[in-house]
């Protein structure tokens, strides 16, 4: 399966967000140690500039300036306001600095966890396409690795688009939330549930074999026939579902496949497929 191209172009989007975001804040660093940089020299050049005027023959031999004693006070208070003034400006300018810093950091945190979010599907709350296309190859490279059963149920609701068309996508939502709960309250903390397509579901189960899965399944089954019960929808909400092993070393496209075909047949009655 692949990942769909809105859902590419938003992870692309939100890490070339993250990484202009770095580059601003590296940028207010340097600024931020050249701003230091001319407030030091500037501190340096006033000192010696009072010095040579109060001390001159301490900074020279033979002064080059000579200063009347009379403009001495005036001299001095110029240069100490001068003094005032620049503090007041670095300051003021490293405050704003530390503000855009903080913002900047801010920002990068929170695309950070939009970004861990985006893991998620926003109506189910499941585990969402892109991040089936990343949890997956882990969880076949660990079965590799270790030998341990690895087995996949791809489960479809039946005429979900006959029921939004008849009943409105506010309907559909609902069925997708309550469906959704079902599954999560169904499977085992250890299975991951996906929602891969508007309809489509996948549960990835480790450590799990195919024959395993028919106590799971039955439960979700009885969960469903007490909703339809309870509800007093003027429909019954029902799924298909296809079921298969991960044999190891095979690929797992081609297994997905198997499993797609299975739900189709199911779905079409074209073959008994359990």
Known sequence: MQPDKDETVTQSSTLVHAQEIQQRIQQLSERDLQLW??????????????????????????P??????????????GLITLVVLSNIYFFTQKLTLN?????LIDELILNERLENLSLIDPLTHLLNRRALTEIVPKEVARTNRTGSPLTF???????????????????????????????TATFRGGDMVFR?????????MPDTREEDTMAPLQRLLRSLAGWNEASGKPYELSFSWGIAGYVVGTDVDDLLRTIDRKVYQKKHNLAPVF
Not at 64 to 77: H, S, T
Not at 196 to 204: I, K, P, S, Y
Request: proline share 4%; charged share 15%.
């Open 153 to 183: 149920m791809n489960i479809d609701l039946n005429n979900f688009d006959r029921i939004v068309g008849d009943f409105g996508s506010a309907e559909g939502d609902l069925l997708l939330r309550e469906f959704a709960s079902m599954m």
């Open 37 to 62: 940089s001319i407030g030091l020299l500037l501190i340096l050049v006033l000192t010696a500039g009072m010095l040579a005027i109060v001390f001159p023959n301490v900074a020279w031999a033979q």
């Open 64 to 77: 080059i300036v000579r200063v009347e004693p009379a403009y001495l006070p005036q001299l001095f208070y």
């Open 99 to 103: 503000s855009t810093s903080r913002k």
């Open 196 to 204: 891969h397509g508007e309809d489509q579901f996948l549960v990835l």
